[in-house]
């Protein structure tokens, strides 16, 4: 509608195959290329002030095997979780004092994808390793450690912010 296309033209243009339905409210043209992240994306028009965390996020730094049935991200505690249809998401709200750390901004088919970065993914994911499980933790940590050598000073930061300095200083520890 911003763009001066009406609810009809918009109609017209679905029935005749020249643009495709990305989520509510989302288009594109047919022949535009394929999307390279299209899930994380739709998330991140959708919710602009959310940022892609947990799975998704190790998925995004290829520090796992594992493939996120659902895009997870992080808002601020006491934000409302926004309605996306498509894909399936998960909301965590995270408090203020974790929230902001380790932001990064990727630019992915003209879109802004905020992303928390390898450590403080990595963080996370011990503190909620009751929820997508530890050994995605340490699998993450040491493909991590395969690829960079382990920056102890981030990953203390991090873990004090996160109050998980206690769970995850002995698997650091053990790999340095």
């Not at 995270?94 to 003209?110: A, K, N, Q, T």
């Not at 395969?146 to 981030?154: M, N, Q, S, T, W």
């Not at 203390?156 to 340095?176: D, F, H, K, M, W």
Request: a positive charge; hydrophobic letters at 40%; proline letters at 7%.
């Amino acid at each position: 509608m911003a763009a001066g296309i009406t609810r009809p033209m918009l109609n017209a243009l679905l029935d005749a195959g020249e643009i495709e339905r990305l989520g509510r409210g989302h288009y594109r043209l047919v022949v535009q290329p394929d999307l390279e992240l299209p899930d994380l994306t739709e998330v991140s028009l959708r919710a602009p002030r959310s940022v892609i965390c947990l799975i998704s996020a190790l998925d995004f730094h290829a520090l796992t095997t594992e493939i996120p049935h659902a895009v997870h991200f992080a808002i601020p505690r006491g934000a409302r979780a926004p309605h996306i249809d498509h894909p399936p998401t998960r909301p965590y709200w995270f408090g203020p004092r974790s929230y902001g750390l380790g932001i990064e901004e990727h630019i992915v088919d003209g879109v802004s994808i905020r992303v928390y970065d390898m450590e403080k993914t990595i963080v996370d994911c011990f503190q909620f390793r009751n929820r997508i499980g530890k050994a995605l933790a340490v699998e993450a940590l040491r493909e991590y450690r395969a690829r960079r050598g382990i920056d102890a000073g981030k990953f203390s930061r991090y873990a004090v912010a996160c109050r998980v300095q206690n769970v995850i200083t002995p698997y650091i520890e053990a790999l340095i």
